[in-house]
């Protein structure tokens, strides 16, 4: 399943660059001291992005859950995504400066956390599989040998675990609920499941984090997440989807329209205002 | 969606020791959720340490049209109420 040419298969039609082109915009890894470490960097920006995005995603359940309780949860979930990417972006440079002026192609998160809302079935699928591979991920983050990924893992492990914990309750519930339910929740996970395969990739800049022992080779849970995956759907007396084509290139800045739209609106502010303060 | 599901009472023990209070209320199609919805809602803040959820149906409330006879003759016998001895400075929570 994973394996697959990186940059051929993208999920959409890639926007042209011509007037969004960001060269010669980027931000310097390491600026501060001079020292440039672009791995780190890139390894910062994949954690950073991944929580970010996804954060900005589900702020826009915000006021319209299917109830004020999973409007909170929705919310309580977003905010500690975006408190990991504060972190990891902090880490990175000026946290501020690369969540709110940077391009499209400039984020480096996976495709998955981009994907649209949509209805709350495919949002709950999405963050099943997310929070699943996040939760492992952070584990085995907590042993980086960069203290500042350690230290960010540790304590944020424990929220995404129960990130998971929740989009499992629900994957079950909606799974095993009633024929609509079971039909959204199905819709959810199809659309959401060809984005898996990119959270397992091991390119180059993965693979030299992970032989530094700063970053993790998610290759080696892979067997883990399928099961435990495996063992929701099996509780929400799903199937699991047919594997699809893989969609891979979020980690190299190939990304599906559905970015470009949520940074309009995330960026518009300090964009319009860059002097804004609250 | 929400109209739905049963209402369930939360209480919240705020640390070890206390007693478990009334919060408030949540909606929710079962316990398991009932217990998230209670941790989203009331314990954002670090208010707590361990959570009950009682489905609101399952409380038996006295009639509030029926308050005199139940709770008035309570008012007028001071030597049930403990105030006529010390206590230790250092007993909280009484």
């Not at chain 1, 042209?16 to 082109?21: F, G, I, V």
């Not at chain 1, 998610?218 to 435990?228: E, I, K, M, V």
């Not at chain 1, 990304?255 to 964009?271: D, I, N, V, Y």
């Not at chain 2, 008035?72 to 006529?84: L, V």
Request: hydrophobic share 40%.
């Amino acid at each position: 399943m994973a394996g697959t040419d990186p940059e051929t298969v993208r999920a959409e039609p890639v926007e042209a660059p011509s007037s969004r082109s960001s060269v010669g915009k980027k931000e310097g890894p390491s600026t501060s001291s001079g020292r440039t470490d672009s791995v780190r960097f890139e390894t910062l920006l994949r954690l950073g992005d991944d929580s970010l995005i996804l954060g900005q995603r589900l702020g826009e359940w915000c006021g319209h859950a299917p109830s004020v309780e999973v409007d909170l949860s929705l919310a309580n979930i977003g905010l500690d995504l975006i408190g990991q990417a504060t972190h990891f972006l902090g880490a990175a440079g000026d946290g501020d400066q690369l969540a709110f002026h940077r391009d499209v192609l400039d984020f480096k998160n996976c495709l998955l956390v981009e994907q649209p809302n949509g209805d709350f079935a495919q949002t709950m699928a999405r963050q099943l599989l997310f929070s699943t591979w996040q939760e492992m991920l952070f584990g085995h983050l907590e042993a980086s040998k960069d203290e500042t990924i350690a230290a960010i893992a540790a304590k944020a492990v424990k929220e995404v675990r129960y990130h998971a914990e929740l989009a499992a309750e629900w994957v079950v519930r909606l799974g095993d609920g009633t024929e609509e339910s079971r039909r959204r929740m199905i819709d959810g996970l199809d659309w959401n499941w060809r984005f898996v395969p990119e959270l397992f990739e091991l390119d180059e800049i993965a693979g030299e984090a992970a032989a530094r022992g700063i970053g993790a080779d998610p290759t080696a849970f892979r067997a883990d997440y399928d099961a435990r995956i495996a063992a929701v759907l099996a509780e929400a007396t799903l199937e699991p989807p047919a594997d699809q084509r893989p969609i891979l290139g979020g980690r190299r800045g190939h990304h599906s329209e559905h970015l470009g739209h949520l940074l309009a609106a995330m960026q518009f502010l300090p964009r319009t205002y860059p002097d804004a303060t609250w | 969606m929400s109209n739905d599901w049963p209402l369930w009472e939360v209480f919240v023990r705020a640390k070890g020791g206390m007693s478990h209070r009334h919060v408030g209320s949540v909606h929710a199609p079962d316990p398991e959720i009932a217990l998230r919805h209670a941790r989203d809602t009331y314990t954002r803040r670090m208010e707590g340490v361990s959570l009950w959820v009682v489905p609101s149906a399952s409380i038996a409330a006295s009639d509030p049209g029926d308050d005199a006879a139940m709770f008035d003759p309570a008012e007028d016998k001071i030597y049930r109420h403990p105030t006529f001895y010390d206590i230790p400075d250092d007993v909280k929570h009484i």
